[in-house]
């Protein structure tokens, strides 16, 4: 990017100073951390939560605070927190606000902060663009005003003015039905005044920001960075990008709205990844698609999830009659459709096989739990699978099968694996996110939402006893080698203290007293086309 470009985007005046230097952090002080997240810990189960508790109870010398992104900010606590947790900070995004009337005029400075924004959003570029437009809009959000900018007329123009050059792509139909219309503008920006909400809060002032997954969470971290220059660790578990595409698809919300919001999802993602001085997916393969969305290889030091095996007995036995365990939560994500479908096949093939469901409900997910079971009606399944929710003890959950079986269509690299495998069960699992690399050979793998092929994968294995114990010791041993907590903790503490006890050179650009712009890492030469290529597949 060159001098002139970001000499005419950064504003002239802006109240945010950046502090004057990373401190290293002074002997024998308790190193203080943000851990962030969206949507899990402390307020609900799952694997992300497991992992967050796992943490901060590992790194019992840190002291925490926990920055959770939450729906309204009314959700009750699923976890007891440890003792080195100071605090929970929770940063509503649909809670309620307060009366903010839409400013009848912008000023101008705000006003072409964010039609830059906007821009950068519908006609994506560099990503250092994105960061530097967000940077703009920063003061304003801190000082409260930039909730009623989002909200004026102004604004509205200005959206409609940068959603007006996108139709969809690969389809013909009237050009006239695709140009987008106030109604579009209006939704658009009320979701973004809703995903820019992190912004408007005080940044943590800690030793470390720690985010533990891509998305809306990773605004408090670049702010806390841009203000204060608190180093930023990105853990990515699941591909956060990955699963909105999944969760939009076209048919969810109008053409205009969907390529906006998935366009600053994009944005953010990338910015992030760009941003952050460590990232630590969960696997292999969370690399490989955090380097195609632009991240710099260098930075990247994956760690595998890890877990106190020896909590995880073998079981001394098999159930009465052919058993397949489903463990996970009732979410699209876990595919339960195709499971029900599968176990359709095994049923036919063995009359007298279960299928056993344990897992809750998640809030929302209603309406899907209600869709699993209408399916499981229509099969004729009522009497041979059995949703059984939460059980206090996960292991008798995998015990309960023969064989446990795994259809996500998304993951990062999943507890639920590697505790049926020190739980002494095969598997079968869908290939998809680190699921293979924690299953290698111990093992059958298939396509995901391909029921034929994982019925006939549990048959295989539900029809070998020989196979099926030899896979359960082997499986048992490749959890025991590889996915410990303890090599997965040590990980994250060799991080921890790199990035605390080190002072970064971090080169910045400041213009009449604006917003500090950082220029220190830029995108790899080649990357910006793979992934516009990359988004305008997933769009289509």
Request: glycine fraction near 8%; charged fraction near 20%.
């Amino acid at each position: 990017m060159s001098e002139t470009k970001l000499n005419k985007r950064v504003p002239a005046t802006a109240p945010v100073v950046l502090a004057d230097a990373c401190r290293p952090t002074e002997s024998g002080r308790v190193i203080v951390v943000s851990l962030i997240t969206e949507g899990t810990y402390p307020f609900h189960d799952g694997g992300v939560s497991v992992w967050c508790d796992q943490l901060l109870r590992g790194m019992s010398t840190y002291e925490f605070q926990v920055d959770a992104i939450t729906a309204t900010a009314s959700e009750g606590s699923s976890w007891d927190l440890p003792a080195n947790v100071s605090a929970v900070r929770t940063i509503p995004l649909w809670g309620p606000t307060g009366t903010h009337r839409p400013l009848s005029q912008l000023k101008p400075e705000v006003r072409d902060a964010l039609r830059w924004l906007l821009h950068d959003i519908t006609s994506p570029t560099d990503v250092i663009d994105f960061q530097i437009s967000l940077q703009r809009l920063l003061p304003y959000a801190q000082q409260g005003t930039l909730r009623a900018s989002l909200l004026s007329k102004e604004a509205v123009g200005l959206t409609l003015d940068a959603l007006t050059p996108h139709a969809p792509t690969g389809r013909r139909v009237d050009t006239l039905a695709t140009r987008p219309t106030v109604a579009d503008a209006i939704a658009c920006l009320r979701t973004l005044e809703h995903l820019l909400r992190p912004l408007c809060v005080p940044p943590p002032m800690v030793d470390l920001c720690h985010a533990s997954s891509n998305g809306i969470g990773v605004l408090l971290a670049m702010t806390a960075k841009w203000i204060n220059s608190t180093p930023f660790l990105l853990t990515e578990h699941g591909l956060y990008l990955r699963e909105r595409y999944i969760a939009n698809s076209p048919a969810a919300i109008p053409h205009h709205q969907r390529a906006f919001l998935l366009g600053f999802y994009k944005q953010l993602t990338a910015a992030a990844y760009q941003m952050a001085d460590v990232i630590a997916p969960g696997s292999e393969y969370n690399r490989y698609w955090e380097q195609a969305n632009g991240a710099d290889p260098a930075k990247i030091r994956p760690i595998y999830n890890g877990i106190d095996a020896p909590n995880f007995s073998v079981p001394s036995g098999e159930p009465d009659v052919p058993t397949l365990a489903w463990v996970g939560r009732i979410d699209p994500l876990k595919d339960v459709f195709t499971m029900l479908r599968a176990f359709a096949i095994v049923r036919a093939a063995l009359p007298d096989a279960r299928l056993r469901l344990f897992g809750g409900t998640p809030k929302g997910n209603d309406q899907y739990l209600r869709a699993c079971l209408d399916l499981r009606k229509h099969l004729g399944l009522e009497d041979s699978a059995v949703f059984e929710g939460r059980i206090p003890s996960i292991t008798d959950g995998y015990h309960a099968g023969h064989v446990v079986v795994s259809t996500s269509i998304s993951e990062g690299f999943p507890y639920s694996i590697l505790e049926a495998m020190a739980s002494g069960r095969p598997m079968v699992a869908t290939d998809v996110g680190g699921v293979s690399e924690a299953i290698g050979d111990v093992g059958i793998m298939t396509q995901p939402r391909n029921h034929r092929a994982i019925a006939a994968a549990c048959l295989q294995l539900l029809s070998d006893p020989a196979r099926r114990a030899d896979l359960a010791m082997r499986g048992r041993k490749r959890v025991l080698d590889l996915f410990t907590l303890g090599v997965c903790l040590a990980r994250y503490s060799e991080i921890y203290t790199a990035l605390t006890t080190r002072c970064e050179d971090e080169a910045a650009v400041v213009d009449g007293g604006g917003v500090p712009i950082s220029t220190s890492r830029h995108l790899p030469d080649g990357l910006v086309g793979a992934i516009r290529a990359e988004a305008t597949a997933w769009q289509r």
